[in-house]
Every structure is written in structure tokens, then in C-alpha cells.
């Protein structure tokens, strides 16, 4: 890894192979919930782009698009770890709805 450029090597995932491998980040996140800042947490879905060298070259270390991974490996993998419906619903339509809203 490039720390200078926060970049990761093109053989290393993004996230490890192994879905136990991010159980820290579920529990992380029902630790955010229990304590009673769920209302103030969503995913990230904006990595697809480097904005430090061009505003839009692709990020090298990622898939290729279509960019799904979220949705059909990490998602899937944080279910299995633990993520409840209602913490996902809340990160993924909720809180971004309420906190990105367009005020016309």
C-alpha cells in the first residue's frame, strides 16, 4: 500500500475474502446503534472514483463496474454476520433520505 496516495495493491480486495474477517464492522455498527446513534449512520456508496488525481478516474482497485459489490458480497456477508433488516433498511433508505433531503 502507497500510504502517500491511499492506495491499495491491485492483488489485495478491498475487504478480505473471508466475510468473518468484517465482523468487527457489524459489531461496530450495533455498537453505533446501541448507543443510540443509529439515526446518524449510512453506507458510504461513493468510492468508485478518485477524486485526489481526477474527478472522474476510476479507482483501480476496485471491480469493474457495474459497481454491485456492496450489494451482492458485502451485504449479503454483513447479514450473515449479524446486520439486522432494520439497521440495513435505516443505513440504506432512512437516514439517507432524512439527511440527504432536497429541500425544494
Request: charged letters at 20%; a negative charge.
Amino acid at each position: 500500500m502507497d500510504a502517500a496516495r491511499g492506495e491499495l495493491p491491485a492483488h489485495e480486495p478491498v475487504i478480505g475474502e473471508n466475510p468473518a474477517e468484517w465482523q468487527p464492522l457489524v459489531d461496530g455498527i450495533h455498537e453505533i446503534f446501541d448507543a443510540g446513534y443509529g439515526d446518524k449512520l449510512l453506507f458510504g456508496m461513493d468510492s468508485g472514483y478518485c477524486s485526489e488525481r481526477s474527478v472522474f478516474e476510476r479507482m483501480w482497485f476496485l471491480p469493474p463496474p457495474p459497481w454491485l459489490y456492496f450489494f451482492s458480497t458485502v451485504l449479503p456477508a454483513f447479514r450473515t454476520l449479524g446486520l439486522t433488516a432494520a439497521e440495513e433498511e435505516r443505513m440504506l433508505a432512512g437516514n439517507p433520505g432524512r439527511l440527504m433531503a432536497v429541500v425544494a
